[in-house]
């Protein structure tokens, strides 16, 4: 089987080729929301598969998961039988993805510009990987998901 990653850029960038041309196709409004939702599919598909090829998986193609699952919830509509489509299962998703609370985030911002790059980049990690929550916080039940999501609104205005 052909590995796929970084040090594989022609697979890689087939990959990436796919990827982008299904999302296009699934924001195209002038096809129909069942042809939409299969293009989102398969962008879905190959972003991770994208994302397998890393041992601990791509913050980018993680963040790219997570913004057109918010985009389809947005604009499709929700689907409580499809994880990929359900809210709840997003924002599940999505609590789990960053490495640091909070409140945590929120003390190593205050003096960001003095921490090492790598502190930095896990930073800025952090602010990619919640920067779809204001759209999304929109579609979660109250309850454990909604309210754990919520400080991650406000701490990622604070991060660089």
Do not use: C
Not at 10 to 31: F, G, I, K, N, P
Not at 98 to 116: E, F, G, Q
């Amino acid at each position: 089987m052909a590995r796929f990653g970084p040090g594989h850029t022609t697979d890689w960038s087939q990959l990436e080729s796919v990827r982008v041309v299904a999302q296009h196709h699934a924001y195209d409004s002038s096809q129909s929301r069942d042809a939409r939702q299969r293009w989102a599919e398969l962008s879905l598909l190959v972003n991770r598969r994208m994302r397998s090829t890393v041992p601990e998986g791509s913050a980018r193609e993680l963040q790219q998961d997570f913004m057109l699952r918010t985009w389809v919830i947005d604009h499709l509509g929700p689907q409580n039988d499809n994880s990929a489509w359900n809210p709840q299962a997003l924002g599940a998703d999505t609590l789990v993805a960053p490495k640091l609370s909070p409140s945590d985030a929120v003390a190593l911002a205050d003096n960001w510009r003095d921490l090492p790059i790598e502190e930095i980049r896990e930073l800025r990690r952090h602010k990619n990987l919640t920067a779809h929550l204001e759209r999304l916080i929109t579609h979660l039940r109250p309850g454990p998901t909604h309210d754990r999501l919520l400080p991650w609104i406000e701490t990622r205005q604070l991060l660089p």
